[in-house]
């Protein structure tokens, strides 16, 4: 494995030599191909990206028509018509207020942007104090620094020091893990926001910026929150001037069975990030997107930021391409039915498994929590999870497996293929022993 010249990384050393590094040579709809021709499930979209399917050749046609006119352009007063026509799509598509956007080439890249954007504001307002983030704990905004630092997981952070200075976490509603539960009421009255108000106060408003939150998380593996949370989250940033910056890199363009993940909460943000479903996985484009009230103040002295490869004009021709096929093939439309019918498969077919301890979907976003024992929750050892994930290999399915089992397949997939999967699925755990990890 050392003489490997590509580095992966998100993987450890000891997984990466047990399955491969699997060499993929192409792809088809819902499905992959490796070198000797082995089939597998895409089932996590590669990581809730290829929302449109793999091998789509209108959007190949698309990114080559627009290479052969302009490949390239800086984005630093110059612009180029693929980047203004998405711009101004996507402004479309999102609430009034929403009013411009910047192009960047990943989540994280765009998350950065985002707190920026919002530190810049507050300075050029002469509110220096005004820096500190919000996000919640178990949280994933991106593997850059910025977007490490305001990621709640810890084992993003720890190698790498304090991050930048400001970071605050609040509890999240991961209902599943929730310890604050009422006994007769089975809820916790949204511990998450009183918990939230306490930080807001003992910080004080006047340094607090902005909350940064994915609409349903898929880092705490489609953590559901309650039906009021963001509604009391949103009074509550409203009522001590803090910005939202709504993460909908995963949600964005149709994963929860709306267009975006805001509509399901009625959410009001300031800012809005997408990313990885705008192209489909056909190039890596993302945007931050931002209310007029940021923009104007921005925009004299100019924001200090920007990227070389800013608005890239074939990114933006392949975004544009891949929603023209998500409107004319209704795909978002039928994203809702089909998580509903993924979950009540899976419900049959493997709740079984004495480690399954919950399945949750929301449109075609999908975890299995895999736990030790149901009542505690308990969580099963690591070489536990590198086993499911080489056993799914076997079985032809690729996704990521941790502490849960996600998935995400493309919005394509028919009835018939979200059949298939489970099957597999429950091939694959048939073969996993929890008593040898004991």
């Not at 993987?11 to 992959?32: E, H, K, Q, T, W």
């Not at 070198?35 to 597998?40: E, L």
């Not at 220096?128 to 919640?136: A, G």
Request: hydrophobic share 40%; charged share 20%; with cysteine.
């Amino acid at each position: 494995m050392k003489n490997n010249a590509l580095w992966s990384a998100s993987i450890s050393g000891d997984l990466l030599s047990r399955i491969g590094p699997l060499n993929i040579a192409y792809g088809n709809r819902v499905f992959l191909y490796d070198t000797n021709g082995k089939q597998y499930f895409d089932a996590m979209s590669g990581a809730w990206v290829v929302n449109t399917g793999h091998g789509r050749k209108e959007i190949a046609d698309a990114m080559q028509e627009q290479a052969m006119r302009l490949g390239y352009i800086l984005q630093e007063g110059y612009v180029n018509e693929p980047a203004q026509n998405l711009a101004e799509k996507i402004i479309q598509m999102l609430p009034g207020k929403i009013t411009n956007c910047l192009f960047a080439c990943g989540g994280s890249e765009s998350i950065e942007s985002a707190v920026k954007a919002v530190k810049q504001f507050y300075f050029m307002e002469g509110n220096y104090k005004k820096n500190k983030i919000l996000s919640r704990q178990h949280s994933y905004h991106g593997a850059t620094f910025g977007a490490m630092t305001f990621t709640g997981i810890t084992g993003w952070r720890y190698p790498f020091g304090k991050g930048v200075p400001g970071a605050r976490y609040t509890p999240h509603p991961y209902c599943y893990k929730c310890v604050h539960k009422n006994d007769v009421t089975g809820t916790c009255d949204l511990y998450c926001v009183t918990e939230m108000k306490k930080i807001i106060q003992a910080e004080g408003a006047d340094t607090i910026a902005a909350f940064i939150a994915e609409p349903v998380s898929m880092s705490a593996g489609t953590a559901i929150p309650p039906r009021e949370y963001w509604k009391e989250v949103t009074k509550l940033c409203h009522e001590n001037n803090i910005f939202i910056i709504l993460d909908e890199i995963i949600t964005g363009f149709g994963r929860t069975g709306r267009w975006f993940g805001y509509e399901q909460w009625n959410i009001d943000a300031d800012i809005i990030v997408l990313g990885k479903g705008l192209t489909g996985g056909y190039a890596p484009l993302s945007a931050l997107t931002v209310s007029n009230t940021i923009y104007e103040r921005l925009f004299t002295p100019g924001f200090v930021h920007g990227y070389t490869y800013s608005a890239h004009p074939i990114g933006c021709a392949a975004a544009l391409k891949n929603l023209m096929i998500l409107e004319d093939e209704k795909l978002v439309e039928s994203v809702f039915e089909k998580g509903i019918y993924l979950k009540q498969l899976l419900e049959e077919t493997i709740s079984k498994y004495s480690f399954v301890g919950e399945i949750r979907t929301f449109g075609l976003l999908g975890t299995i929590e895999l736990v030790k024992n149901k009542e505690t929750k308990e969580r099963m050892p690591a070489l536990f999870a590198d086993d499911i994930k080489l056993s799914l290999l076997n079985h032809g399915v690729i996704t990521r497996v941790g502490n849960q089992i996600n998935l995400g397949p493309p919005f394509i997939i028919t009835y018939r293929e979200i059949e298939d999967l489970c099957w597999r699925i429950d091939c694959a755990l048939s073969q996993i022993r929890k008593e040898d990890y004991y």
